[in-house]
């Protein structure tokens, strides 16, 4: 089998609002915290996770690896500098805080 | 660099051993869950299987002769009080059995879980393996 032609995939994702902020969780088995490349450009980011390799002898395949690439498009209101990422048992954590104008605030009343 | 775990092989035994390998899963590939691989050589096999977010504690493994069984869960925890934008991270529940082309050293086998892939490391049983017979000439 040929290493050199590696298949893209488009890995599972899930996405979350929180009232301070975004998450977006992706499966990536075999990735590890090194190998997961985040590139946020402008409104697109872009996630870029390569596995570990696996033993290059022949075998009985049913995954194979490749690179698993994901875009998002992220609306505006995200505080793009606090962005944080995980990388844990293959699971990709991106938290995505809100910017102050995007969070809830509470509005005291005032009794007149 | 080599990062090979198994060393490499060129003996036309070990190519019929898959053959028969292959005969003997019966199952259509990539059709089952967790998707499975597996390297074989003369001296065991190294299993890995892909299994994203699970935790140590709900996966179960076993070994008997020549059959290896997985079982395990997972949940997709969602954050406390969000809204789900999206959701394509599956639950799963499985159980799977692999049948190995030998039988397996019970005592030997070695398994941990890294990057979200479980390796599982056979040894075949030493009066299992192939050897070579010498050809005298007289």
């Given at each position: 089998?040929?290493?050199?032609?590696?298949?893209?995939?488009?890995?599972?994702?899930?996405?979350?609002?929180?009232?301070?902020?975004?998450?977006?969780?992706?499966?990536?088995?075999?990735?590890?915290?090194?190998?997961?490349?985040?590139?946020?450009?402008?409104?697109?980011?872009?996630?870029?996770?390569?596995?570990?390799?696996?033993?290059?002898?022949?075998?009985?395949?049913?995954?194979?690896?490749?690179?698993?690439?994901?875009?998002?498009?992220?609306?505006?209101?995200?505080?793009?500098?606090?962005?944080?990422?995980?990388?844990?048992?293959?699971?990709?954590?991106?938290?995505?805080?809100?910017?102050?104008?995007?969070?809830?605030?509470?509005?005291?009343?005032?009794?007149? | 660099?080599?990062t090979m775990l198994w060393p490499r092989h060129s003996l036309g035994l070990f190519d019929r051993l898959w053959e028969a390998f292959d005969r003997d899963w019966?199952?259509?590939?990539?059709?089952?869950?967790?998707?499975?691989?597996?390297?074989?050589?003369?001296?065991?096999?190294?299993?890995?299987?892909?299994?994203?977010?699970?935790?140590?504690?709900?996966?179960?493994?076993?070994?008997?002769?020549?059959?290896?069984?997985?079982?395990?869960?997972?949940?997709?925890t969602v954050p406390e009080g969000a809204t789900v934008l999206r959701r394509e991270r599956r639950d799963y529940s499985f159980t799977r059995s692999i049948r190995l082309p030998f039988q397996a050293e019970t005592k030997k086998?070695?398994?941990?879980?890294?990057?979200?892939?479980?390796?599982?490391?056979?040894?075949?049983?030493?009066?299992?393996?192939?050897?070579?017979?010498?050809?005298?000439?007289?």
């Amino acid at each position: 089998m040929s290493t050199t032609e590696r298949p893209s995939f488009t890995p599972a994702a899930d996405i979350y609002e929180m009232s301070d902020a975004y998450e977006i969780v992706i499966d990536m088995p075999g990735v590890d915290d090194k190998k997961v490349d985040i590139e946020l450009d402008r409104n697109l980011l872009k996630v870029t996770g390569h596995p570990v390799e696996e033993p290059t002898a022949e075998g009985y395949r049913e995954y194979r690896l490749g690179v698993y690439q994901r875009s998002f498009t992220l609306g505006t209101g995200i505080d793009r500098d606090k962005v944080s990422a995980k990388m844990e048992d293959g699971v990709l954590r991106l938290r995505l805080p809100k910017g102050q104008e995007l969070q809830p605030r509470k509005i005291a009343i005032t009794r007149g | 660099m080599d990062t090979m775990l198994w060393p490499r092989h060129s003996l036309g035994l070990f190519d019929r051993l898959w053959e028969a390998f292959d005969r003997d899963w019966g199952l259509p590939r990539g059709e089952e869950f967790p998707p499975i691989n597996v390297y074989t050589n003369d001296e065991g096999a190294l299993v890995t299987v892909e299994l994203p977010g699970i935790e140590e504690k709900d996966l179960e493994l076993s070994l008997e002769n020549d059959t290896l069984t997985l079982r395990g869960k997972r949940s997709v925890t969602v954050p406390e009080g969000a809204t789900v934008l999206r959701r394509e991270r599956r639950d799963y529940s499985f159980t799977r059995s692999i049948r190995l082309p030998f039988q397996a050293e019970t005592k030997k086998g070695a398994a941990r879980y890294q990057n979200g892939i479980l390796s599982i490391e056979l040894h075949r049983r030493e009066a299992d393996k192939p050897r070579r017979i010498a050809i005298t000439n007289k």
